[in-house]
């Protein structure tokens, strides 16, 4: 097994993502990440055992009894939630994810608040951090910093996993689980999500979770991926080479409206203008084109779902939110879940939860 002691920081970030994958495994269970920093930790099996997981949290968590038998199941652990870049909902969803397993929380949400304002070094504070406690949770605007900071405390004595939820401009490995736990849900009943076109709109080349959502699609049989943007933000070449790498079928669009007539599922994207190079500089691309309204929605198929990661301005308009087929507040819930699950595998918690008597 490779171990990220056997390897020197810049041998291992001259990697590419799939050689760094065995390096990240869980010591107990190779399937499954210990730190988990990026999409391509995640195969078929993987996503499919995490999905079967969630679903029976949310089953257990339904009773008192159950709620009570999860809440002690993991009273011994301590997770830091370390955000260094807004967030309300990533941040409030693995709060809740952790309270449901009964994982005690700190948090640093403002690098002013902690000594780094005093100067100290982000590998500094996270040692220090993890010193206190069992798991890391990380949100920062710099690419690279989850995977430099796996890499310390794996070569620390306190050797505790990172869980990435949300890198620069580059991955948000949770949010593509839980976008693929929605896709697998709602399809479930209707032939599963083999053989299905997905279309992502918006900002798709500085949207961190389209890259990672459009790798874990690849794991499944003959999924369409279709890309509308203005293209000033079409979707990066990166993401481009690995689908044509794997053989996937795919698309480079800027009609919103001919793709949503043949997509299973609509993943709409805001303008990501914080990473805008000079003041005003998105506000000049033409977006018009890129939103989803009420002429959009008549074009969508009976069982066609619309997703987005949220937050939203107004890429969706507020007249589809009550449609069965906006998907987008069942997202967020299914978040929670699925972050329970994948704590709970991290922990080693996976079998005894699938096995317990709820
Ligand atoms: N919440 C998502 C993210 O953190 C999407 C967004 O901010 O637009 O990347």
Redesign the pocket.
Known sequence: MLKLTDISWESFAALGLESKKPYLEHPDDPGMPYHTLFAQQFDRSALERLCALANRIRFINKSKEGALYLKNLLTHKRAMLYFS?P?S??FLSHLAACQILGITTGSVRDAATSSEFKGESREDSIRTFSSYFDMIIM?SPEQGLAEKMAWELSNSERPIPILNA?SGKDQ?PT?ALLDIYTLIRSFETKGGIDGRTVTFCG?LMR???VRSLSYLLTNFNDIKQIFVAPKELQVPSDVIDILREKGVRYEISDDLRAATRISDAVYM??I?DEWDNSKGESAKIDTHRFKFGAEELELLGKDAIIMH???RRDEIATCCDHDPRAMYWRQMRNGMWIRAALIATVFGFEKTIMECGY
């Open positions: 870049q967030s909902r990533t949100r949300g948000h949010q900002d949207g961190r979770t994207t805001r990501q990661p949220l937050p």
